[in-house]
């Protein structure tokens, strides 16, 4: 059974020419550059998002957060995604983008039928977006890790 994800895609700062700097290498040498340039960039994101994040009755939300750098096929264009993996972050999008509190009915009743509200409170409770806040307050730092991984690259190629 695949695993299946809820995470935020991180996209290089458009301040970054990636394409110019990557170009400073041979050929041979830009798929892994790149790769290396990415993860930085949403590594950042995952290490801010997982120390802001609820840590839950078990750990396991916070636990479950992490950072994937995935290739196009066959190509040289890679992009970074941050955030949680089922099965241990089940309920993580709850505590992210918020939802919707039903009262219960006896065993076997449906409350969303019945259009029962809850006891006490809202009836919504609003997200926390912890991820869209790590993703926006980390982006000078990403781009500064961006550019130094790739300088380093390009160092190591003799470039």
């Known amino acids: ?25 041979p050929i041979e040498f830009r798929n892994k550059a790149a790769q290396k340039a ?31 750098v995935i290739p196009y096929q066959g190509k040289t264009v890679w992009f970074g995604l941050a955030g949680t993996i089922k099965p241990t972050g089940n309920h993580h999008h709850l505590v992210e983008l918020g939802h919707k509190v039903f009262r219960r009915g006896p ?6 039928e019945k259009n029962l509200k809850p006891l006490t409170g809202k009836s919504r409770i609003e997200g926390k977006y912890d991820l869209a806040k790590a993703i926006d307050t980390t982006r000078t730092a990403r781009d500064k890790k961006v550019l130094a991984s790739l300088e380093k690259s390009i160092k190591e190629a003799g470039g």
């Open 38 to 68: 990415i993860k930085e960039n949403v590594k950042e994101v995952a290490r801010v998002y997982r120390s802001t994040a609820a840590r839950g009755k078990t750990g396991n939300l916070k636990r479950s957060i992490t950072h994937r």
């Open 107 to 112: 065993k076997g009743d449906s409350a969303k």
């Open 1 to 25: 059974m695949a695993k299946t994800t809820y995470r935020g895609a991180v996209e290089v700062s458009e301040d970054i020419d990636m394409d110019r700097m990557l170009a400073r290498l």
